[in-house]
Structure formats: structure tokens, C-alpha cells
């Protein structure tokens, strides 16, 4: 007897460390100098040398040009979690059958954190027993595991850890040519949101027809805009790192340049080279523990040639993931077996869990590119995931011939397509019962195009308070003053935005926006213009004077943005009215800026001050540990920077690439670097 699909509410227990909030403070620095990454999800401007591009294929040279992400606003960074984990309830999705279950969490970016093989009990993803956050996505804050879905740009999606709307849908009937996929289609749960850095709206669809021993996943991405908009998807895969990784490719490019995890590029320039698969420099890549180092290698799936990956065990017991052909790349990422990423492998979760790899798929060939999607159309694609066995071992095409045969005996290319046809027939019904709730910025952004999104539907009763001033200007053509003293709200700086600023009356809170979103759009010297004009009047100067401050960096005036973040940070410590988690965050974003850049300039005094202005628990944490023993380094008490080290501490929000600590560290000394706090993804350059 088939066992009728089901869609639940379940509650996980989990240690897990608090995400906290978000950082206050804009982020006005390009990408490349303050952004965060994971894997070649890099972060940041990323190019490849003029002088290779002749040596590529056109359509890659082309999208590897195409509009790279410059700056994370309006997003914000996050970055208030820590460390300390305790059992904490998460909601989640549960969508099952007679022959799988898939675990969703619907508030930290719809990621499929399990999914288990039932007649067999077998898990076929790396589950991560914990939740910890760390310093991986475009905007901070990540965690490993799962199936993640990553859209905007290249890196870690900004909706990592964000709410994604999610309800049931009711699925198609009977297709395809097998028993076991002709029954009744059950339901679809349907997660939506709109992806803030391109301003676009996309749609997951998880479908488990009942009886499949494949989950199917429909997503499509619009762009309700009259412009072209740069386009992104990563579908990225965590499996234990003890397999074999077969994808249908005699090559794959591979990031010809020090990298850090997953390909974080060391530098703004590159170069891809084709690599031979399986094996290169002797070695077979292939199996994961193989590579030394962090890397990520491109595979080049033949045109006309089936889109599939799998992760398999000596036994040959494992994952694939297949798809239609829209989704054309197919990529390894690994750790690598070396110390770096051993220590970041257990960074991310607790002692004694195995380390994993990640097996993906994506929009083009690399995750340096973006497509280019058309105005007023969409893309979409299905994915399949399900258990697969083949023999791993072997010569390398003859072993990809059986597993592509197994693949087609299990789950033929036809009803893959068929699949997909059945699901674009449902892809614009609207959904039913709600399950979870996103943002309300797409319901802001729906008002103000008067946009028609069958299927994903943004209601008004989603807007909070983040979007309410927003909205106050689109009705009233102007921003209200905030009703208390408290930190600035998010700052909107799409073109129509922009305009609705410059024409609303000139208040300090509406310059003080208008700035951020000219500096946004690259008018730097209008922007600067904007906070000065908002000083005079300003109840609120720290906000401005920060803005400024960052300007002077960018400028070179690094003297002049001491000065202006000592005021700033005096400002704000005379205006902050709690010790609430708003105001504290402030205070700790604002000092850490303010602190770093007096210590730049060597203003050690000014520097203790700032220090000591700090709230005790915020000098607790382990970034403001790393500041205090630079701090007592600059005031010549090398013997106590040394001991800030021996105390230990952790950097929660430490960024891959980020060398601060072991750079304080040579400066102590010519000891080599503890183990615990050796994070390098890269050989050193002796």
C-alpha cells in the first residue's frame, strides 16, 4: 500500500547559539574590503584577467563580467551571534512518504536539513547536530548542513538565517511512465521570498509524489522589472566528505589562485584553467580528503549531456541530485584535508562530527557568473534528489557509464522533463494554508509596482515595522521622524527609491537615507554632501558622523575619520537610552569601527577610552578580546597582549581570509600560531 504524502509542523531540539541582531550600521564599504564568504562563493568584486577571457568559452566570458555585487546594501550584515550553545526549539517542515522524508527549516532560509532514505533509514545529506552560526554568507551570518538554496549573488545567500514565506500547494497528479510515479501528487510546500540584492522575487517547491524515492524541487526566479537584472542560483549539497564525488566531466575548471574555503579568492584577480577529471598533479580529486586545501572544481558538463552529481561510499551508497538542463553547472567543493580547514570543519559544529564536502548545481558553468534575465520574464528548472547506489571505483568513464545507466533505470531523463512540465502547470496556483512567514519587503515592494506575482503572494499584513516609514513615504512623498530616540531603520537605495528621497522634504533622517542610497549608487561626493547637509539639525549626529567617517577611509583621510568616530562613538554613548539588545548592538558595532580606526593611527589613549566605554559583556567577546591585545600591543604591554592569547578566546564572527589573528600573533612573537586559533586555507607563501 502507498502511503499518501503528508506536509507537517514539527519542533527540532537542537544546541544552538543565538543569532542575535543585526548590525545598525550600514554597509558602506565595498565587498572586497569588508565582506564575508564561504566557498568561491567569494565574496565581493571578483574578475577574471582580460588576457584569459579570449581562452574561454563566450557565454562564460561574457556572464563572468556581468554585474558583480559591489555592495550588500540594503541588506544588513549579521552579526550579533556568538558561540555559547544551549538546546533551543526551531521550527520545522516535515514532507514525507513511504519512502523519504525531507526536513525543513523554514526560518533559517528554508534549508532541507535531513533527508533520510526510510526503508533503509539511511541519512543521505551531512546533518549538522548543532546550530552555529558563522562568518560564511554575503551578509555574515551561516551554517553548515543540508541543502541550501543560494540566490542574489555569488556567495552565501543573504537569507542564510531569514524567514522565508512558506505554505501548502496542492500538487499535479499522475506522470511519468513508472508505477511508482503515476499516483496521486499529493502537496507541494511552497517557500517564497523576495531576494532584496537584485530585487527579485524567487519560489522553491518541494514535491514528493507519492511513492518516489525522489524529492523534486521546482524553483523559478522573476523578474517583474523593465530592466534586465543579473541572475544567481546555487543549489548547494552537504554530504560526508568520506565519498566519492562522480559528475557526467572529463574537466572542470578550476580557480587558479590561492583560495580559502570553497575558493574565497585571496586578492580581486583570478585565472580558470581546465584541470583534467578524475585526476590532476597525480592525485584523483574526486575523493574528497584527496585535496590539501580548500578548492572548487567546475565541472564542464558536456552540451546534450544528462545534468546529474552523486556523492557515493565504499559501498556505493549515496545521494544524486539531477535535474533539467536549465540548471547547467555542477560543482565539488572540499575542504580539504589539511589543518586550516580541519579547524574550520570543527568551528562549525560540535566535537566528534564527521567533516562533509558539498556537491552543487548552478545557473552557469562557474559561481563567478551571473546571468542576464530579461525584463518582465522569469527562469525556472526541476531538481531531483533521491538515493543512489553504483559502484564508485573503477576507470573513471566506465565507472560514469553504469552510474548514468543506474541514474536512468531509476529515475529516467524523460520523466525528469515530465516532472517538470507537470509542476510549470501548478507553479502559478496560489497557495493554501500557511506554514511560516517571511519579511514584509516583498509586500512593499508589490505596493509600490502594483506587481502581479501568481503564486507568491506578498500581503500586506506581512509589512512590520521596518517597512513602515518605508511605506509612509510611497503614500505620503515623505519619511515620518521616528516617534522615539532610537538606532536609524534600514536604508532602501533601488533607483525608485532614490528618486522618492531626492523629492521628499529635506529632514536629517530623510539626507541622512538619501546619502547612504548615493552612495550606493556610486555618487560618493553627492552622498557626503547629504550627511553634511544633515548635521546642523541633526537630534541624532553619531549616525552621520559615522557615514562621514567611512568616507574619509575611502578617501585615504584616515586622521580625519579617527576624529570623526571618536565623536560619533561619544555621540552615541550620550544618546543611548538602554542596555537593550538595539542599543547595545549599536554601541558594539560603533565601537569596534571606532576602536579599529584610532588604532590604525596609533591613538592609544583615545583607544583606552573608547575600550573602557564599553559595555563588560560586549568586551567579553572574542573580537573585542583580539582588539584589547592589540590595543595593549600599540600601548607597549606586549607581555599582556600575550596574555589575552594564553586566556584564549573565539572570534565568533571570524571571516574566512581574515588573517588579523595570526597576524597579532607574529607581532608577539616567533612562536608559531596556536592550533586552536589557526584558521589559514592556504600553504604559507615561504
Known amino acids: 500500500m502507498v502511503i499518501v504524502t503528508t506536509i507537517r509542523r514539527e519542533v527540532l531540539t537542537l544546541p544552538a547559539a543565538e543569532l542575535g541582531p543585526d548590525n545598525p550600521l550600514p554597509p558602506l564599504r565595498p565587498l572586497a574590503d569588508g565582506g564575508t564568504a564561504h566557498a568561491l562563493e567569494a565574496v565581493g568584486e571578483h574578475r577574471i584577467e582580460d588576457r584569459d577571457r579570449g581562452d574561454l568559452p563566450r557565454d562564460m566570458a561574457r556572464q563572468l563580467g556581468y554585474e558583480p555585487l559591489r555592495s550588500l546594501l540594503p541588506v544588513r550584515v549579521r552579526d550579533g551571534y556568538g558561540r555559547a550553545r544551549e538546546p533551543r526549539a526551531v521550527d520545522a517542515l516535515v514532507i514525507e512518504n513511504d519512502r523519504l522524508r525531507a526536513t525543513v527549516l523554514p526560518g533559517l532560509g528554508g534549508r532541507v536539513v535531513s533527508l533520510v532514505q526510510l526503508p533503509s533509514g539511511r541519512e543521505l545529506l551531512y546533518r549538522n547536530p548543532v546550530f552555529q552560526p558563522a562568518n560564511f554568507a554575503l551578509n555574515g551570518a551561516w551554517y553548515s548542513g543540508g541543502i541550501e538554496w543560494n540566490t542574489g549573488a555569488t556567495g552565501h545567500t543573504t537569507l542564510s538565517c531569514a524567514p522565508l514565506h512558506a505554505a501548502r500547494v496542492p500538487a499535479p497528479d499522475g506522470w511519468g511512465h513508472h508505477p511508482r510515479r503515476s499516483g496521486s501528487g499529493g502537496e507541494i510546500l511552497r517557500l517564497w521570498e523576495w531576494e532584496r540584492l537584485r530585487d527579485l522575487p524567487f519560489q522553491v517547491d518541494l514535491w514528493l509524489p507519492d511513492g518516489s524515492d525522489f524529492l523534486f524541487v521546482g524553483v523559478r526566479i522573476r523578474n517583474p522589472h523593465e530592466r534586465p537584472v543579473p541572475a544567481y542560483w546555487w543549489s548547494n549539497i552537504a554530504v560526508p566528505e568520506e565519498r566519492r564525488v562522480l559528475a557526467p566531466a ?198 509600490r509596482g502594483d506587481l502581479k506575482l501568481p503564486g507568491t503572494p506578498f500581503d500586506e499584513v506581512t509589512l512590520g515595522d521596518a517597512q513602515s516609514p518605508w511605506l509612509e513615504l510611497l503614500r505620503s512623498g515623505s519619511l515620518p521622524e521616528p516617534r522615539r530616540v532610537q538606532p536609524p531603520g534600514q536604508t532602501l537605495v533601488a533607483p525608485h527609491w532614490r528618486d522618492m528621497l531626492e523629492t521628499a522634504p529635506a529632514t536629517p533622517l530623510t539626507e541622512y537615507h538619501l546619502g547612504v542610497a548615493q552612495w550606493h549608487a556610486g555618487d560618493r561626493a553627492q552622498a557626503v554632501r547629504s550627511w553634511e547637509r544633515a548635521l546642523p539639525l541633526a537630534p541624532s549626529l553619531w549616525p552621520l558622523l559615522r557615514c562621514l567617517a567611512v568616507a574619509d577611509q575611502e578617501s585615504g583621510h584616515h586622521e580625519r575619520a579617527a576624529d570623526r568616530y571618536a565623536e560619533a562613538f561619544d555621540d552615541l554613548c550620550h544618546e543611548r537610552r538602554d542596555d537593550g539588545d538595539q542599543w547595545t548592538a549599536a554601541t558594539a558595532a560603533l565601537g569596534r569601527e571606532t576602536l579599529q580606526a584610532l588604532l590604525r593611527v596609533r591613538r592609544a589613549a583615545e583607544a583606552r577610552a573608547v575600550w573602557e566605554r564599553l559595555l563588560p559583556a560586549v568586551r567579553e567577546r572574542g573580537r573585542f578580546r583580539l582588539l584589547e591585545a592589540e590595543l595593549l600591543l600599540v600601548e607597549g604591554r606586549r607581555e599582556e597582549a600575550r596574555a589575552v592569547f594564553d586566556d584564549g578566546f573565539e572570534v565568533a564572527d571570524l571571516r574566512e581570509g581574515e588573517e588579523a589573528i595570526g597576524r597579532l600573533w607574529a607581532r608577539l612573537g616567533d612562536d608559531p600560531l596556536p592550533g586552536r586559533h589557526d584558521f589559514r586555507m592556504r600553504p604559507d607563501a615561504s
Open 250 to 447: 572529463e574537466e572542470a575548471w578550476l580557480p587558479d589562485c590561492l583560495e580559502g574555503v570553497g575558493g574565497t579568492p585571496i586578492g580581486h584577480e583570478r585565472r580558470l584553467r581546465r584541470v583534467p577529471v578524475p585526476s590532476y598533479d597525480g592525485v584523483d580529486r574526486t575523493y574528497p580528503l584527496n585535496s590539501p586545501y580548500a578548492a572548487d572544481y567546475f565541472y564542464e558538463v558536456p552540451d546534450g549531456r544528462r545534468r546529474w552529481i552523486a556523492a557515493l561510499d565504499a559501498d556505493g551508497h549515496g545521494l544524486v541530485q539531477t535535474s533539467t538542463d536549465g540548471l547547467r553547472g555542477r560543482k565539488l567543493f572540499v575542504w580539504g584535508s589539511g589543518p586550516g580547514g580541519r579547524r574550520w570543519q570543527e568551528w562549525l559544529t560540535e566535537p566528534g562530527t564527521g567533516g562533509y564536502c558539498e556537491i552543487q548545481a548552478g545557473l552557469a558553468r562557474t559561481q563567478l557568473e551571473h546571468v542576464r534575465l530579461e525584463a518582465e520574464s522569469e527562469v525556472s528548472w526541476l531538481e531531483a534528489y533521491g538515493p543512489f547506489d553504483a559502484p564508485p571505483e573503477g576507470e573513471w568513464a566506465s565507472v560514469l557509464r553504469t552510474a548514468e545507466a543506474r541514474l536512468e533505470a531509476a529515475l529516467p531523463r524523460a520523466d525528469v522533463d515530465a516532472a517538470y512540465a507537470a509542476w510549470q502547470r501548478c507553479a502559478d496556483t496560489e497557495p493554501g494554508e500557511r506554514l511560516a512567514t517571511g519579511s514584509g519587503w516583498g509586500a512593499l515592494e508589490v505596493l
